[in-house]
T-cell receptor, first 112, second 118 residues
Framework: KQEVTQIPAALSVPEGENLVLNCSFT??????LQWFRQDPGKGLTSLLL?????REQTSGRLNASLDKSSGRSTLYIAASQPGDSATYLC???????????FGTGTRLKVLA | EAGVTQFPSHSVIEKGQTVTLRCDPI?????LYWYRRVMGKEIKFLLH????????ESGMPNNRFLAERTGGTYSTLKVQPAELEDSGVYFC????????????????FGEGSRLTVL
């Protein structure tokens, strides 16, 4: 049974810091991994989607890597800003299914 | 282009009552998903429609939950009768790719419907 874990559960950093959020999953048989952002009371916004054959994806200040064999993904945020404050979720699609398995998220607060 | 819209944004009902949540996917998206987040837990899959057909409903908690998708457009999720443990946020997501969420697709989520059962 696939399980997704995100560490840390919460993180508070000063503005301008580079930071790394971690996501680990127990079964390497996945189709893809997607990182989302959720603002309080809002829906999920897709940040980056990494296919199982890819190693990383970049969008602006965000870079996500995927190491399928070790069951890990990291989301790197460069030069963090207060507007980056949100909950970050990762989700994987186990092979043979069409549904996401979500982690519990990392609640990020960037202090001005 | 309008995103995934959900209605109502928040519903408060008494235990034993019925609630119907509605989701309008992005136009042209054949794949529609329902997910749920209960307090303190991770978001969990409920079911997946391809057009009007249920592709996978393995995540539906019990037979008090009924999902429909009329004509392959909007979808409703009915809870009858509601129980306290049904409280949470119900998310709808859609995607244009036939195997979205599986082989390569990106999911687009709505803002969720918060259900509170008293």
């Amino acid at each position: 049974k696939q399980e997704v874990t995100q560490i840390p559960a919460a993180l508070s950093v000063p503005e301008g810091e580079n930071l790394v959020l971690n996501c680990s999953f127990t079964d390497s048989a996945i189709y893809n991994l997607q990182w989302f952002r959720q603002d309080p009371g809002k829906g999920l916004t897709s940040l980056l989607l990494i296919q199982s054959s890819q190693r990383e994806q970049t969008s602006g200040r965000l870079n996500a890597s995927l190491d399928k064999s070790s069951g890990r993904s990291t989301l790197y945020i460069a030069a963090s800003q207060p507007g980056d404050s949100a909950t970050y979720l990762c989700a994987v699609t186990p092979s043979g299914t069409y549904k996401y398995i979500f982690g519990t998220g990392t609640r990020l607060k960037v202090l001005a | 282009e309008a995103g995934v819209t959900q209605f109502p944004s928040h519903s408060v009902i008494e235990k034993g009552q019925t609630v119907t949540l509605r989701c309008d996917p992005i136009s042209g998206h054949d794949n529609l998903y329902w997910y749920r987040r209960v307090m303190g837990k991770e978001i969990k899959f409920l079911l997946h429609f391809v057009k009007e057909s249920k592709q996978d409903e393995s995540g539906m908690p019990n037979n008090r939950f009924l999902a429909e998708r009329t004509g392959g457009t909007y979808s409703t999720l009915k809870v009858q009768p509601a129980e306290l443990e049904d409280s949470g946020v119900y998310f709808c997501a859609s995607s244009p790719v036939p195997l979205a969420g599986g082989r390569g697709g990106e999911l687009f989520f709505g803002e969720g419907s918060r259900l509170t059962v008293l």
